[in-house]
């Protein structure tokens, strides 16, 4: 018995003496599998299984990456899900109704507009709806010339670098604002003509504020019919604003200190009061983030003018760091 025991210790002995040093780290991750994870991951919020719909799983990606706007993720599904239905119409030799996918998105500055864009169009170049998928971001001093006949040939222009892709016009309803001797409308005259003569070759996405975009529509008779989707970017909640800058910050490798985020919620919440009307959502979160990783540049190499600071020091982010762009 004695013998026994001593041949166990001995074999735990050698068990202990050949175990990898940091073994512990590997058994108790904080993270679960991915493979655990990918049947959530994978499924849209209707509960089909995207990992059978390879195309849209990829896009669908891209948009997991974005904090929020899950009912523009929903209508993106949409979209897809009726052109493949369309495509076994087609092949079932039913009707299948020609789509249109001109685009209206509302909302305040920074609310994702843009990116929701740029998404949309490589979506619509896989699908095989616009043979390029490129976007091209335009505004008013894009489209309105300078005398009579110049603006018709400036739009003209800037319609055949978007044909393929994603014409998108930001602050659109400026080209309403001048009345009817503006050349604005003229512009406007202009993109929808194009949008009855090159069907499908293009995807005119008009963006702006709410209640200026609804005013543009009835600007013009041929407006209404010819966007059947409006899309609402809603403001983003304070709590998605950090969310958004800690992804910022970690997407470039750096660290938010508590005293940070707290700082930046203060910063956030006092100007949303303070102009509620002109608060930029993720732009101003964005500008902050840049300002303080500037900041903390100038504050390391004051405090290191010749040598390296730890790596810790270099991607810590401290409250001091956004302290001076405060107002």
Same mark, same amino acid.
């Given at each position: ?26 058994? *108790? ?18 509960? =089909? ?17 974005? =904090? ?25 030799? *039913? ?62 222009? +800037? ?31 202009? *993109? ?36 059947? =989707? ?10 998605? +604003? ?8 970690? &997407?470039? &490798? ?6 940070? +985020? ?37 504050? +390391? *190499? ?26």
């Amino acid at each position: 018995m004695h013998s026994r025991s001593q041949a166990a210790q001995a074999s735990t002995d050698v068990v202990s003496q050949n175990r990898p040093s940091r073994q512990i780290n590997v058994v *108790l991750r904080p993270y679960d599998p991915p493979q655990a994870l990918s049947t959530e991951i994978e499924k849209s919020s209707t509960g =089909i299984d995207l990992e059978r719909h390879h195309t849209f799983a990829e896009i669908n990606k891209e948009f997991d990456r974005l =904090i929020g706007l899950q009912h523009i993720k929903d209508i993106a599904f949409e979209l897809y899900a009726m052109i493949q239905m369309n495509r076994r119409r087609e092949q079932a030799g *039913l009707a299948s109704s020609n789509q249109v996918y001109h685009m209206l998105f509302k909302g305040n500055p920074g609310t994702g507009k843009t990116t929701v864009a740029r998404i949309m169009a490589k979506m619509f170049q896989q699908l095989g709806i616009l043979s390029k998928g490129h976007l091209i971001e335009a505004e008013r001093a894009d489209l309105v010339g300078e005398y009579i006949g110049h603006t018709a040939q400036k739009t003209r222009d +800037l319609l055949k670098k978007s044909m393929g892709g994603v014409l998108f016009i930001d602050e659109a309803y400026s080209l309403a604002r001048g009345g009817e001797k503006d050349f604005g409308k003229e512009a406007v005259d202009t *993109l929808v003509k194009a949008m009855e003569d090159h069907k499908n070759q293009f995807v005119l996405i008009l963006a702006g504020y709410s209640d200026e975009m609804d005013s543009l529509i009835q600007t013009n008779s041929g407006l209404p019919s010819r966007f059947p =989707i409006h899309i609402d970017f809603p403001d983003y909640h304070v709590d998605q +604003l950090l969310q958004i800058a800690e992804t910022m910050a970690k &997407d470039q &490798d750096y660290v938010l200190m508590p005293q940070t +985020l707290a700082l930046l919620k203060d910063m956030i919440l006092e100007e949303k009061v303070m102009s509620p009307h002109l608060f930029s959502n993720a732009r101003f979160v964005r500008n902050l983030m840049e300002k303080a990783m500037r900041n903390q540049a100038v504050r +390391l *190499l004051s405090l290191y003018p010749e040598q390296s600071p730890g790596k810790l020091e270099l991607m810590t982010l401290h409250a001091e760091d956004l302290k001076s762009e405060r107002k």
